[in-house]
């Protein structure tokens, strides 16, 4: 079992400097700064790590793309983990943010910025205090500032926290949050790695993504390229949820099978095995499987994207046979409609209309036609692309997921007007 | 330069520009709602979408730049399948009552959802409720039809530059609208039904007045200031029903402020609607037939000698057609070169000069304004004398532009970062010749002001002359060194003109072309003869020395410098009055001629940048009103010598032979060219005469923005608006400390006493006023302020008495 990331957690006040250094922190930082930025991208690119956030973009590559002039560039973490299921980084914020901290120097140090941001989402109260102690402590340590190790690198971080919205967890409407506007994605092109933050050229990066920074440069990328499985390297945290018997973060290599996961690492699902109804493997926002592909399905990018799902954020949601799929599909509906930013049309009015018809489904005041309407409506607006952002696509994506798996239980609560599972 | 095909359209377009903005430069059209040229993009709605070869999603083309080679379709499977998408989720909260918006007949949403939509509603939920807010007297709001474009938001912000409007909440609970129910101030709010595609924003005066499609539309200009803004106006059963911003990208662009829209309900009320003589016996008006008329006026014409006749004309919405008709009539058949407009003016020292049009118009297009690198205003409030001119420099301020103002108070400005030097009234003369000192020093001066600074750097430099400068008791020096400091950096040349005089009403530009002024005639030309200008045409006509006044829709009691003065000459006087309106002075007449007013007959109205354009006839007269030049070949037909000619046409060749720039194109639509005069006038002496400064309170008067003409102040939907310059109405405005020094209170009644004169008011505080000022506004009966000011005497000097 490979811990990169949660290496350190377990141990008693993990979250001090001294605790971190005492377990080889701050090394990293040191081997990247007696690198080139080009070299540093290099390793970054070997390893393959992709961004955790959800998107999967490789991490290298946008570093890579960052221009090499005399603009400012920005580095900003997106901490504002709000994808229902998700609970990975606030560990590493709460239990090691040094380790997050060396890897934005790096980042910063790869992508000649000078400034990071620590975009925290607000309910992180706690979290958000811990950090900022833990940066406090970092400069005055010289791990941040004018001088970052006396090596005449010059980085500052700050934290800024969000103010509840999950839409700010999309890269740009974070960016127009952090600049001090209402919380709401940006139009694309250009895309923040061009014009970002205060229009500067912008590196956004999960806390995840960034954390695993210190140990790819530690161990080398080749290492780090050489776990998990092909195209999905490394490690991964898991926020493994619902009816299990051990919920809890778990990392992983990349690859490993989801009934390993569960059975293995999560204590099995509560009531067996057999007792599973389905599993939402990336976050709220993917759809869901079903447990007949649950049985061989593997975690990482490319298998669940076979199977039509996605990696998302690594919030694996498991459902038990207890479950009505369409109480749990009003319950994400009402999420999502609350949390559509309201900025284009297609999500802003689509996402209350879905919600409607799902209520109502819930509620036994199902039509004739609804089900297909509902699978009309996800069809047409989900992989359209109409939506600026991907929120949008989150209202839609699980139910067409849910209607393509659970079909029946739809239909049998359009003709009982009730439900079949209680 | 990219090149890219759109609809099998190829078209060549600047590098970075987006897919929508090729495509109308292609002639193609594409739907969209929050899409507006002159806004930045927003790109929410959504709708329009099109296909890019070799992507698997439809592009928004609002908002996707072009790229070489690019192949687009707007109308394929996919496109019309998004469309269509896209119209459903908007129709869903959208309220099914076309029937009774106004928008109905010219909705986007009605005709894209004809073109894209399904034709029934797939959705049977409960539609959401919106909040409808109260906006004031000009905006109605339907909210629960608006599609949360934001074209309201950025209208206010951008162009309006006042953040009035936003969109609160989140989501599906997005609501457009005030931040705080309030009604809006912009000047500029009645845009707002026009920018919204949907039938949330309305017109308010003219909600549930006519449907869209019953209308008949006249291409007019407007005739309320001197921007000459095209306006469609909008008629139906020989009334005007609305007026609407024509499209003009070199004037008005799109917009329309508020004073053009809404003034049109004052077109029809306390008309002269009839020929009218004063009975000897009652020694009342009474109605008779034209010809009684006209020969009772020529009678009176000839009674007297040629001297003793004076004419005054107004420079507001009168057509260079009827001031080309009156300063013929006085000076061909009257024999009288006693004539003027200014009756605003005070200082008449300039007309010593042979000035050309480029001295007295803008030398900048209002295109050019919004590339100006620093702007000075010198006794103007652009915003609210030539609201569609200060856009353009708002724009440039947007830009990056520095700008600086030389007021006697400080203005509601909306231009960014605008440095306002407030400069007591008086002193204006030798702040001028201090900056133009500091513009003059050799080399690297230090020390220098940052106006100077910025004037000194300036590539392309805006020197504006407004209302405040130009009717100033020294107005020709302030004019001659605002050109000395312009010349000083270069900025008079056939590149870059800088030097712009805003002057008077709509038509004050053709009055000048025209010849409406005692020392030359039209067209510039100088005459060996000279008339007595408008100050001394009253002075000696109420001394008795001038004896018939013939009066050209103006009213020299109410519009004249000193009131006091041109009541006494309207008095002593016989008066001919010819215009459209029941004024005091026709009421006072011996003959009253009816003519007609803007929107009645086809006329040429000049700019201020001296493009005479064409405005067409809308609606119908009263029917015994005649076209005022009309009147004047008429009244040519009892004298020896007869106006030559007999129709429009001829007339306008008469106005063309006077001045090239009223030739009128074969069909008449072509934009005359402006500032199409030659170069600016240099090297006229800067001695100053001596300023007067008294011990007392400056009384500074300014024209109140929505009720400054005949036809504003008639209106009944202006006349409810009581904000930006037409704040405190009625009353003198001094500054707060100021009253406490007086001890006087906000709403009390005072009285002003300069010299002999008095007035008794009501006086209000006003922080934007300095100490030692007292504002107040012209021209607005009952308590007429102009009453306190002596013509020649400068700013009059007042003391406030609390009563």
């Known amino acids: 079992m490979t811990q990169i990331i949660y290496k350190n957690i377990h141990l008693e006040n993990s979250h001090t400097l001294a605790v971190y250094l005492a377990n080889g922190g701050y090394t990293a930082l040191e081997k990247a700064l007696g690198m080139t930025d080009l070299e540093v991208i290099e390793e970054v690119k070997i390893s393959n790590i992709r961004g955790r956030g959800g998107a999967g973009f490789p991490a290298g590559e946008k570093w890579g793309s960052m221009p090499k002039d005399q603009r400012s560039n920005r580095v900003v973490?997106?901490?504002?983990?709000?994808?229902?299921?998700?609970?990975?980084?606030?560990?590493?914020?709460?239990?090691?943010?040094?380790?997050?901290?060396?890897?934005?120097?790096?980042?910063?140090?790869?992508?000649?910025?000078?400034?990071?941001?620590?975009?925290?989402?607000?309910?992180?109260?706690?979290?958000?205090?811990?950090?900022?102690?833990?940066?406090?402590?970092?400069?005055?340590?010289?791990?941040?500032?004018?001088?970052?190790?006396?090596?005449?690198?010059?980085?500052?971080?700050?934290?800024?926290?969000?103010?509840?919205?999950?839409?700010?967890?999309?890269?740009?409407?974070?960016?127009?949050?952090?600049?001090?506007?209402?919380?709401?994605?940006?139009?694309?092109?250009?895309?923040?790695?061009?014009?970002?933050?205060?229009?500067?050229?912008?590196?956004?990066?999960?806390?995840?993504?960034?954390?695993?920074?210190?140990?790819?440069?530690?161990?080398?990328?080749?290492?780090?390229?050489?776990?998990?499985?092909?195209?999905?390297?490394?490690?991964?945290?898991?926020?493994?949820?619902?009816?299990?018997?051990?919920?809890?973060?778990?990392?992983?290599?990349?690859?490993?099978?989801?009934?390993?996961?569960?059975?293995?690492?999560?204590?099995?699902?509560?009531?067996?095995?057999?007792?599973?109804?389905?599993?939402?493997?990336?976050?709220?926002?993917?759809?869901?499987?079903?447990?007949?592909?649950?049985?061989?399905?593997?975690?990482?990018?490319?298998?669940?994207?076979?199977?039509?799902?996605?990696?998302?954020?690594?919030?694996?949601?498991?459902?038990?046979?207890?479950?009505?799929?369409?109480?749990?599909?009003?319950?994400?509906?009402?999420?999502?409609?609350?949390?559509?930013?309201?900025?284009?049309?297609?999500?802003?009015?689509?996402?209350?209309?879905?919600?409607?018809?799902?209520?109502?489904?819930?509620?036994?005041?199902?039509?004739?036609?609804?089900?297909?309407?509902?699978?009309?409506?996800?069809n047409e607006a989900g992989p359209l692309g109409l939506t600026i952002c991907a929120l949008g696509e989150g209202v839609v994506n699980p139910v067409r997921g849910a209607i393509k798996a659970f079909r029946e239980e739809f239909e049998y609560h359009v003709t009982h007007g009730r439900c079949m599972v209680a | 330069m990219p090149t890219l095909t759109i609809d099998g359209k190829e078209v060549t377009v600047q590098a970075g520009t987006t897919i929508m903005r090729a495509a109308r430069q292609a002639g193609v059209s594409i739907p969209h709602f929050c899409f507006h040229p002159l806004l930045s993009v927003a790109g929410n709605c959504r709708m329009c979408l099109v296909e890019v070869a070799e992507t698997r999603r439809p592009v928004i083309s609002c908002v996707q730049p072009v790229r070489e080679g690019m192949v687009v379709k707007t109308d394929s499977e996919m496109v019309r399948k998004g469309c269509k998408t896209v119209i459903e989720y908007l129709l869903v909260n959208h309220p099914l009552d076309c029937p009774v918006c106004d928008q109905g007949g010219e909705c986007d949403l009605q005709d894209f959802a004809m073109k894209y939509g399904l034709d029934h509603t797939r959705f049977r939920e409960k539609k959401r409720q919106a909040q409808n807010y109260d906006l004031g007297p000009l905006t109605e709001t339907e909210m629960n039809r608006c599609v949360h474009c934001t074209r309201c938001v950025r209208f206010c912000t951008e162009v309006a530059g006042v953040e009035e409007m936003g969109a609160v909440n989140r989501g599906y609970h997005t609501q457009v609208g005030p931040y705080i129910e309030k009604p809006l101030t912009s000047e500029l709010s009645g845009n707002l039904a026009e920018v919204c595609p949907v039938g949330a924003l309305n017109n308010k005066p003219f909600h549930f007045q006519a449907r869209s499609w019953e209308l008949k539309h006249a291409a007019g200009v407007c005739a309320h200031c001197a921007v000459g803004c095209q306006i469609r106006v909008d008629h139906l059963g020989n009334q005007v029903k609305r007026v609407m911003a024509g499209r003009c990208d070199a004037i008005n662009q799109m917009w329309l402020c508020d004073k053009g829209r809404f003034a049109y309900d004052g077109l029809t009320q306390e008309r002269l609607d009839a020929p009218l003589v004063r009975s000897e016996s009652t020694g009342g008006l009474r109605e008779v037939t034209w010809a009684v008329a006209l020969d009772r006026a020529a009678e009176l014409l000839k009674k007297f000698r040629a001297e003793e006749i004076a004419g005054l004309a107004s420079d507001a919405a009168q057509g260079a057609e009827e001031l080309f008709a009156f300063q013929d009539f006085m000076r061909r058949v009257v024999g009288s070169a006693n004539l003027d407009h200014r009756l605003r003016q005070r200082d008449f020292s300039g007309d010593e000069q042979p000035l050309g049009r480029a001295d007295l118009l803008m030398n900048t297009p209002l295109v050019d304004l919004a590339r100006a690198d620093v702007i000075l205003l010198v006794g103007a409030d652009p915003r609210y004398e030539a609201p569609l001119l200060n856009v353009r420099l708002r724009q440039a301020t947007r830009a990056g532009a520095q700008s600086f103002a030389v007021h006697p108070r400080r203005m509601e400005a909306n231009l960014v970062n605008l440095t306002q030097i407030v400069v007591h009234p008086g002193e204006e003369v030798a702040f001028l010749e201090g900056l133009l000192r500091e513009v003059s020093a050799e080399g690297e001066a230090s020390g220098l002001s940052p106006l100077a600074t910025a004037w000194r750097a300036a590539k392309r430099p805006v020197l504006l002359l407004g209302e405040y400068a130009v009717n100033h008791p020294q107005a020709e020096i302030i004019r001659r060194l605002s050109v000395a400091l312009l010349e000083r950096v270069g900025a008079l040349g056939p590149e870059w003109n800088g030097f712009n005089r805003v002057a008077g009403r709509s038509n004050a530009a053709a009055a000048q072309d025209m010849g409406v002024v005692p020392h030359r005639g039209p067209g510039y030309q100088s005459l060996d003869r000279r008339g007595h200008h408008a100050e001394h045409i009253l002075r000696l006509a109420a001394r008795g020395e001038i004896k018939v006044l013939l009066l050209l829709g103006c009213d020299p009691g109410l519009e004249a410098v000193d009131t006091r003065l041109g009541r006494e000459a309207l008095a002593k006087c016989r008066v001919i009055y010819i215009g459209a309106y029941q004024t005091p002075a026709a009421l006072q007449a011996d003959v009253v001629l009816p003519g007609l007013t803007s929107t009645e007959r086809n006329a040429t109205l000049t700019n201020a940048e001296g493009r005479a354009q064409q405005s067409a006839l809308a609606v119908m007269g009263p029917l015994q009103a005649k076209e005022d030049w009309r009147i004047f070949r008429a009244l040519s037909d009892r004298f020896a010598k007869q106006l030559p000619y007999n129709s429009r046409e001829e007339l306008l060749g008469r106005m063309a032979e006077a001045d090239r720039r009223y030739a009128v194109t074969a069909d008449g639509a072509v934009l005359p060219k402006a500032c199409d005069h030659g170069p600016v006038t240099v090297d006229l002496p800067l001695t100053a005469p001596a300023g007067s400064k008294g011990a007392g309170l400056v009384l500074v008067l300014e024209s109140p923005f929505y009720q400054d003409d005949a036809i504003t102040r008639r209106s009944a939907i202006l006349g409810k608006l009581t904000q930006g310059r037409s704040a405190g109405l009625g009353m003198v405005r001094i500054h707060p400390q100021e009253a406490v020094q007086l001890k006087l209170q906000a709403g009390q009644k005072v009285r002003l006493v300069c010299g002999e004169r008095k007035l008794e008011c009501t006086v209000g505080v006003d922080a934007n006023v300095p100490m030692g000022v007292v504002y107040g506004h012209r021209e607005h009966a009952p308590v007429l302020l102009q009453d306190m000011c002596d013509w020649g005497g400068g700013f009059p000097q007042v003391s406030l008495v609390g009563l």
């Open chain 1, 77 to 378: 973490c997106n901490a504002d983990e709000g994808e229902p299921g998700t609970c990975k980084d606030r560990v590493i914020l709460t239990q090691d943010p040094h380790m997050l901290i060396e890897g934005m120097v790096i980042c910063g140090y790869a992508a000649r910025a000078h400034q990071g941001y620590i975009y925290i989402r607000g309910e992180f109260y706690r979290e958000a205090e811990r950090l900022q102690a833990a940066i406090d402590e970092a400069y005055a340590a010289g791990y941040l500032g004018d001088n970052v190790l006396g090596k005449g690198f010059c980085f500052h971080l700050a934290v800024h926290r969000g103010a509840g919205a999950y839409v700010c967890g999309e890269r740009s409407a974070l960016i127009e949050s952090l600049e001090g506007k209402k919380g709401q994605p940006r139009l694309k092109p250009p895309r923040p790695g061009i014009v970002g933050l205060y229009g500067e050229p912008t590196v956004v990066n999960n806390v995840e993504t960034l954390a695993a920074v210190p140990g790819i440069i530690t161990h080398g990328g080749a290492w780090y390229f050489n776990l998990g499985v092909p195209n999905s390297s490394g490690t991964k945290l898991f926020s493994v949820s619902g009816h299990v018997n051990k919920p809890g973060n778990y990392e992983v290599e990349l690859g490993v099978p989801l009934k390993v996961l569960l059975e293995e690492y999560a204590g099995g699902v509560r009531g067996g095995w057999d007792n599973l109804k389905g599993v939402i493997p990336g976050g709220s926002s993917v759809p869901i499987l079903p447990k007949e592909v649950c049985e061989t399905v593997t975690m990482d990018y490319d298998a669940l994207k076979k199977a039509g799902t996605n990696l998302g954020s690594g919030a694996v949601i498991v459902l038990d046979r207890s479950v009505c799929i369409v109480r749990a599909m009003a319950r994400l509906c009402h999420f999502y409609r609350h949390e559509s930013c309201g900025r284009c049309s297609p999500c802003r009015e689509g996402s209350s209309w879905v919600t409607q018809i799902v209520d109502r489904l819930e509620n036994g005041q199902g039509r004739p036609g609804d089900v297909d309407l509902l699978m009309d409506l996800a």
